[in-house]
Structure formats: C-alpha cells, structure tokens
C-alpha cells in the first residue's frame, strides 16, 4: 500500500482513454484502459497494461492479438460502459458497430483512431500484465481524443 502522496501524484501523469478489443473463439471482449504507451517505432510496438484478474488478460494470450481504439472526447458513456464490471458474462460491444482488420480483434468502427496489434509478449509486473502489441494496421481521424481524468471515472 502506498501513501496519498503517491496516489495523488500518479493521478497527474497525463494518459488518454482507450478501448482495448481482443476476441478468441466466439468470445470477445472490450474494456476501458489508459495505461497505454508507445514503446518502438521500428517495428511499431505499444504496450497496454491490463489487470492480471480481467477477462481480457485471458483473451489476449489466446488471441495472439488485440485492437487499440482510440476514444473520442464524446465516447464518454462507451468508456464508462466497458470500464466497470466484466465482460465475462456481457458482451460489452453488443450494439456497437464493430469490425476486423488484419489480426481479427474487434475494431471500433467509430473513434478516434484504432491500432491492430499483434501480441509479440507480455510479462507480469504487479498487479498488471503488461501485453505488448506489434501494430499492423490503423486508421485515424481528425476528432478530438479524450483524456483521462480519474476524478471522471471513480
């Protein structure tokens, strides 16, 4: 446990909100993250950091792959959505408009931009597994990104 020195001073690192997609099987999942980073421009590599105990830190190993959507400044409600609870037993995207690209994993059709990420590792630290991602295909677009602020989430 650490102090409220600490927390408040994590709580100022500067993170966006993303939708992290991955699916197996006919299972698939999507959940709200912002501990997201670039880690290599060549080959482009992002990592994403996903609670050891959620459905997806299952889904990912078993994919091999996993999308990264960008949410918009508007996708608040969407980010809410896919960030409380699980998606064991709910399919978070039902009633999303959805697609694939190369690897299969769920893709926003509606967002920011999006990064179709082979997995290429992944490695425990703490309470997270850190899942890295070689990007195969993306897509962007010109709307504002949204930013996190915990005191929107919790």
């Known amino acids: 446990m650490h102090g409220d020195n600490i927390d408040r001073a994590l709580d100022r690192l500067t993170h966006g ?3 992290i997609g991955t699916g197996a099987g006919k299972r698939r999942n999507a959940m709200t993250a912002a501990w997201v980073t670039q880690a290599s ?8 950091a996903v609670g050891k105990t959620h ?6 190993p078993e994919a091999g792959a996993f999308s990264l ?3 918009s400044a508007d996708q608040y409600e969407l980010a809410r959505k896919c960030g409380f609870g699980t998606g ?3 399919d978070r995207l039902a009633g999303l408009e959805t697609v694939t690209k190369a690897t299969g994993a769920p893709v926003l059709a509606e967002c920011a931009a999006y990064l179709d ?3 290429v590792s992944q490695f425990p630290i703490g309470d997270h597994i850190v899942f890295a991602g070689q990007v195969v295909d993306a ?3 010109d709307a504002p990104v949204m930013v996190y602020r915990s005191a929107d989430f919790f």
Not at 41 to 48: E, K, Q, S
Not at 55 to 60: C, K, Q, R, V
Request: aromatic fraction near 10%; glycine fraction near 6%.
């Open 41 to 48: 421009g060549r080959p482009p590599i992002v990592l994403v």
């Open 117 to 119: 990420c082979e997995l």
């Open 69 to 71: 959507n960008v949410l």
């Open 55 to 60: 459905y997806t830190s299952e889904l990912i």
């Open 17 to 19: 909100v993303y939708l």
């Open 88 to 90: 064991r037993y709910t």
């Open 139 to 141: 897509g962007s677009t």
